[in-house]
């Protein structure tokens, strides 16, 4: 996916671990997004950007932290990662103008907490 | 607040029939309606959007949706299924901002040789 790179693809982790994962993009975008994908339960946004310093909430926002100190990288950490957070994590990014339609996504993070 | 419900977690065709994947949305505005498709291990891309203006809604690889507000439906279609079709896919509708997404469950399209 040109533009937007997440790291790692795959991570395997055990529970109590801190773990970050990162989402760069080369689009100069301004609005950076935090999605976790789950089984019957679609894209749930767990945190966003919309600037350097500037994040807030999700609707899934417990057991996450986010810091973006460049406008290419959004940081998504687990500060002590649990079972429930086995997922997969995509990021994704939008332009200051235009709305939804223009979200971009990553490839995605394969997350396993043992 | 918006919703957005899409009817069976698995739809499986033969080659060749129609795709029908169904979506039903609930806003409190005017929506704008987004079907997403992800392939194995790649992430979501948009397949086509309804903003404004036409009801039907044509997007890539062939697949059309269609608006209908007194059904508050925007069901996926396409007239014959390729093999290459296999995918999940998601609908999804804008929130009040109309910077955030409301996701469905998701759709796993299942193509029969």
């Known amino acids: 996916d040109a533009g937007i790179t997440q790291s790692p693809r795959h991570k395997v982790t055990e529970t109590g671990t801190p773990v970050t994962l990162r989402c760069h993009q080369t689009e100069n975008h301004r609005y950076m997004y935090w999605y976790r994908q789950d089984p019957g339960h679609g894209l749930r946004l767990i945190h966003y950007?919309?600037?350097?310093?500037?994040?807030d909430k999700g609707e899934v926002s417990d057991g996450y932290s986010v810091s973006r100190s460049k406008t290419e990288d959004f940081l998504l950490t687990l500060e002590s990662a649990t079972s429930s957070q086995t997922s997969v994590y995509f990021c994704?990014?939008?332009?200051?103008?235009?709305?939804?339609?223009?979200?971009?996504f990553g490839s995605g993070t394969q997350l396993s907490v043992l | 607040a918006q919703s957005v419900t899409q009817l069976g977690s698995h739809v499986s065709v033969s080659e060749g029939a129609l795709v029908l994947l169904r979506c039903n949305y609930s806003s409190s505005v005017p929506p704008y309606l987004f079907w997403y498709v992800q392939y194995p291990n790649q992430g979501l891309q948009l397949l086509l959007k309804?903003?404004?203006?036409a009801t039907l809604v044509k997007g890539i690889n062939g697949f059309e949706a269609e608006f209908k507000k007194s059904e508050t439906s925007f069901h996926l279609t396409k007239p014959s299924a390729h093999m290459s079709d296999a995918a999940e896919y998601f609908c999804a509708v804008s929130g009040d901002s109309n910077y955030q997404l409301i996701w469905g469950a998701g759709t796993k399209l299942i193509i029969k040789p």
């Open positions: 994704a990014i939008r332009p200051e103008t235009g709305g939804a339609e223009k979200l971009f």
């Open positions: 309804y903003t404004t203006g």
């Open positions: 950007s919309y600037g350097v310093k500037d994040t």
